[in-house]
């Protein structure tokens, strides 16, 4: 069964190769000859074809037949139109699996998994517009940098201004995906719901939702079962989350993103709640052997009611206790007023859309003040040899230290225990500078990956000569604390 659905929908609608010759191909040279052109045609992939770098041409549907449909190489769209893809395994161990560029429009990508890509999964970029990619399974059977599913807009210079206009839904972010789940530029109105992510594996941990360079993404009713930010926004790129959940594998911080209004999708949707997408996504996305391409006309629900968050705060004393706090700020003074002189914990609990966001806030009572503390919840440094993976002496105030007595290849660690610190950022100035968020304990200047190995960065060896580290830890709301400095040096 087909149902175009999300921003393929759009635009006048995607019927790929509907009314055409239905062509079957298991070769190269086959597979090609049938997808090049103009004319509609439904193209039935059996068993594995290597296709290297094939473009495909407007109107097409290419279907896999059975269970074992499978491409190696990449299907490129390129300006081509109303395209639908299903069924298939795609990989390339020299590039993408699926990419779409050069204005291509109306594309719909259904139950393929594309897994094993150097390059992109299923990238779209350079003004491409109108595409659904629904219910797909994305992994990587090795740990790379470069496991990166969907880029989302390529470059500052494309022509991507009011193009872009996707929707990712029950798409399932298995194994060893890094980032870009998806990484998005530009776009309005993007969608994204009803995924499952769950890509950290032996404690790999993986950024997921990205929207960058103006972007508005709709992050809704999905589930993170593992990894690190959810939901990451930069250089004006906006999210409006809401209905998320998450899982006890997931470790960064549970945001409901960056903006209240954004450009919202047009298109009637139905939305799965996030508790059965485990069960529901884990079980169908990805290649499920279907090739019936006949049209599933069962109605879909309108736009889903968006409830008001309501928030609550608790103060946390010394006994364990909690006394809820008043919002308005006479109140809150006049509760804070009464308690003796101390440093408390302030925990905010956001309630609405379908998820629960917790973050806690350091209050110091002095008198009839109150303060933040001043004391940083850094305590000290540490110095790493990164050769050895071993934790060295702790760093002093004006300290020297020998590379010929603490190795060559180096690191340096903040001391950190207090729970509240989701995040260290180290600032690194002197003979060599450098800038660099650890989002993970052990918090150190040159980062780790979270199972004891050590990065050493530019430190192998450090630069000889003097060093001011200033690292500022970060609570879970992103709000920066006292920082801790420290100056030192590093000699023969």
Same mark, same amino acid.
């Given at each position: 069964?087909? *149902? ?183 776009? *309005? ?147 804070? $007023? ?15 859309? !379908? ?74 100035? !002197? ?33 000889? !000569? ?9 609570? $879970? ?16």
């Amino acid at each position: 069964m087909l *149902k175009v659905n999300g921003w393929a929908s759009m635009n006048g609608g995607t019927t790929g190769g509907k009314g055409g010759a239905i062509v079957s191909v298991n070769n190269r040279d086959d597979f090609r000859a049938a997808t090049t052109g103009n004319t509609p045609k439904i193209v039935q992939v059996n068993g594995t074809i290597d296709i290297g770098y094939t473009i495909v041409g407007s109107n097409k549907t290419i279907v896999g037949i059975g269970m074992d449909a499978k491409t190696i190489g990449t299907i490129r769209l390129e300006g081509s139109k109303n395209i639908i893809i299903k069924n298939i395994s795609c990989t390339n161990p020299g590039g993408d699996g699926i990419a779409a560029g050069g204005g291509s429009s109306n594309f719909f990508i259904s139950h393929c998994s594309p897994n094993n890509c150097a390059d992109g999964a299923i990238d779209v970029t350079k003004g491409s517009d109108f595409f659904t990619i629904e219910w797909c399974k994305f992994w990587y059977d090795v740990w790379g940098e470069h496991n990166l599913p969907n880029l989302i807009g390529a470059d500052n210079a494309d022509p991507d201004e009011g193009k872009l206009k996707g929707t990712i839904h029950h798409c399932y972010y298995w194994k060893y995906c890094v980032a870009r789940m998806p990484r998005v530029r530009k776009a *309005k109105g993007f969608h994204v719901y009803c995924n499952f992510f769950d890509p950290a594996v032996d404690g790999k941990v993986s950024c997921l939702v990205q929207a960058a360079i103006g972007s508005e993404v709709l992050v809704e009713n999905n589930h993170f079962e593992s990894g690190d930010d959810a939901l990451e926004y930069a250089e004006d790129g906006k999210i409006l989350a809401r209905g998320n959940t998450y899982g006890s594998k997931y470790i960064g911080e549970r945001v409901l993103g960056n903006a209240t209004s954004i450009t919202m999708p047009p298109y009637a949707y139905e939305l799965n709640s996030p508790d059965v997408l485990g069960a529901l996504v884990r079980d169908k996305a990805g290649v499920d052997g279907d090739s019936d391409l006949t049209e599933d006309d069962a109605p879909v629900l309108p736009f889903p009611p968006e409830p008001e968050p309501v928030e609550k705060l608790e103060l946390m004393l010394d006994d364990d206790a909690t006394v809820q706090l008043p919002k308005d700020v006479h109140s809150f003074t006049g509760i804070v $007023a009464k308690l003796k002189e101390g440093t408390y914990d302030v925990k905010v609990t956001v309630t609405g859309v !379908g998820e629960t966001v917790d973050s806690t806030k350091k209050i110091m009572v002095l008198g009839e003040k109150v303060l933040p503390p001043s004391s940083s919840l850094v305590t000290g440094f540490r110095l790493i040899n990164a050769s050895t993976d071993t934790e060295g002496i702790d760093i002093v105030e004006g300290g020297s230290y020998s590379l010929a007595i603490h190795g060559s290849k180096l690191n340096m660690k903040a001391l950190v225990t207090d729970a509240s610190v989701s995040r260290v950022k180290f600032e690194l100035s !002197g003979v060599q500078n450098t800038l660099y968020i650890d989002k993970a304990q052990p918090f150190c200047l040159h980062g780790d990956n979270g199972k004891g190995d050590y990065y050493a960065g530019t430190w192998n060896p450090p630069p000889l !000569g003097a060093y001011k580290l200033i690292a500022t830890p970060i609570d $879970a709301a992103g709000i920066e604390l006292s920082p801790k400095e420290i100056n030192f040096s590093f000699i023969k």
